[in-house]
């Protein structure tokens, strides 16, 4: 974890007094409670027209289902099994995190190494591609604790950032790239603009490195604030009803879980001054169904989720969705 970001963070809390999980999380009993947000009649009532994806990404006033890694609870992560059932499930974003192999092809997993989702071992960047399509994607996948995979054997294979854009061209994405040496970022940037798909992309990463690359690389590409900015922001809007004099967003999307550690992230104030500030804030991983409630209260624009069937069963149920 990134020493800025857990420095910042709580001397911000603790000089605010608002270190409880009670106060500060976005979990079940939610944050401010900023109100909810408008769902298919948008926020005061006004019609929702939220169609192509890059619409869909920067969409006001409603909840956007964000499958990430695909959805890993329901199928096994970063697979193109997984991104089908998660947009059959209800998912209106998918999120990818990106490596590269040896010979240079930007892959889609979350690991630097395929020791955890796969049947083989070693690192990415340390195998070419081919060799990489040898291994089992499904291998390790387990609905119930280890009882069953039923996925091992299926044919399920790695997929490269193209074949999943080819795949699924008119989908919004969140994409973290993950990998920072060596660089994939101009290859990301052609790939993406090649596809004519940049704009339906919030690019993340943790790394300030690798967003100042890419910020420069593709300055049409909305992105993500990385830890340390996100540590700023936290500290020019903790206890404020708006943003510190002269503070200036640097991206237009804050990602962000609700606490780290011990550590709230997501205070009382957070999304509505993210709102003033014209930012949208997608929280990860959310997974509980009370926590998914408190976030859509307090107008959260998006929630990451491992489990996308059952946020769409909340989002449907507090009527917050995009229109069908
Ligand atoms: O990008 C935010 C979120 O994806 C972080 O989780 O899965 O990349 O460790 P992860
Ligand atoms: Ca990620």
């Not at 947009?87 to 395929?114: C, K, N, Q, R």
């Not at 699924?168 to 993406?192: G, H, L, M, R």
């Not at 490195?209 to 890419?214: A, I, K, R, Y």
């Amino acid at each position: 974890m990134n020493k800025l970001f857990l420095m910042v963070i709580p001397i911000a809390i603790a000089a605010m007094g608002c270190g409880s999980e009670s106060e500060g999380t976005a979990g079940a009993g939610g944050t401010a409670g900023t109100g909810a947000v408008g769902g298919m009649g948008g926020t005061g009532g006004t019609a929702i027209n939220c169609t192509t994806p890059e619409e869909i990404l920067r969409c006001d006033g409603v909840v956007l289902n964000i499958a990430h890694r695909g959805g890993l609870r329901i199928r096994p992560e970063h697979t193109l099994v997984a991104y089908t059932q998660a947009l059959a499930d209800g998912a209106d974003v998918l999120e990818l995190d990106l490596h590269a192999t040896s010979d240079g092809v930007i892959v889609v997993m979350h690991d630097d190494t395929i020791d955890r989702t796969t049947d083989g071992t070693g690192a990415i960047k340390e195998m070419t591609l081919a060799e990489l399509k040898t291994y089992d994607a499904g291998y390790d996948f387990t609905p119930d604790d280890g009882m069953t995979y039923p996925y091992r054997g299926m044919g399920l294979l790695v997929p490269t950032l193209e074949e999943v854009l080819v795949a699924f061209p008119d989908v919004p994405y969140v994409i973290e790239i993950k990998q920072a040496v060596p660089s994939i970022v101009d290859d990301f940037v052609a790939i993406t603009r090649a596809r004519g798909v940049i704009r339906q992309i919030n690019g993340a990463s943790f790394d300030d490195d690798v967003l100042t690359e890419l910020r420069a690389a593709a300055p049409e590409l909305d992105t993500s604030f990385s830890l340390n900015e996100v540590a700023e922001y936290v500290q020019n809007t903790i206890g404020l009803e708006e943003a510190a004099p002269g503070y200036v967003p640097p991206a237009e999307f804050l990602q962000v879980p609700p606490s780290f550690d011990a550590f709230t992230v997501i205070h009382p104030t957070f999304i509505s001054i993210a709102h003033q500030l014209g930012l949208k804030v997608h929280v990860w991983t959310i997974n509980d169904e009370d926590e998914m409630r408190g976030l859509i209260a307090d107008s959260a624009d998006g929630i990451m989720t491992d489990d996308p069937p059952l946020l769409t069963t909340v989002i449907d149920d507090t009527g917050t969705g995009l229109p069908d």
